[in-house]
């Protein structure tokens, strides 16, 4: 099975939805995007993105709402809040503040 992420004009995920390995092989069995994505444009039509479960490409799995970033070639999450940095190894919105560990918990306020 692969997955795949259809994009609107804004390259931001409407939907992610998993596409048989079928029809998404070439005729040796071999797993290609191109296909895959063929096979969801006669589908759906639209523009679409192979992304993977376990994050094996394009650094995280896309969700709906995630934005797909071609230069970094990576699902990126919305941003939590204005003073949240991206992390440019993973793709991932990093906390300014995080909870302060305390006794191996964390301390959150009440």
């Known amino acids: 099975m692969a997955h795949f992420a259809q994009l609107d004009e804004n390259n931001v995920v409407t939907q992610v ?7 998404c092989a070439d005729a ?9 994505i063929a096979f ?3 589908l759906f039509g639209g523009n679409w993105k192979q992304t ?3 994050g094996n490409i ?10 797909y970033d071609a230069a970094r070639d990576a699902f990126i ?5 204005p003073e949240w940095t991206l ?9 300014p503040n995080p909870p302060e560990i305390i006794g191996g ?5 009440v």
Request: net charge positive.
């Open 105 to 109: 918990a964390s301390a959150m306020p």
């Open 77 to 81: 999450p919305p941003r939590p809040g």
């Open 28 to 36: 040796n069995g071999v797993e290609k995007e191109s296909i895959g």
């Open 52 to 54: 993977s479960y376990n």
């Open 58 to 67: 394009r650094k995280n799995y896309a969700g709906i709402g995630y934005t």
């Open 17 to 23: 939805i998993v596409v048989g390995n079928r029809d």
């Open 40 to 42: 969801c444009e006669r």
């Open 87 to 95: 992390n440019e190894t993973t793709c991932q919105w990093v906390n």
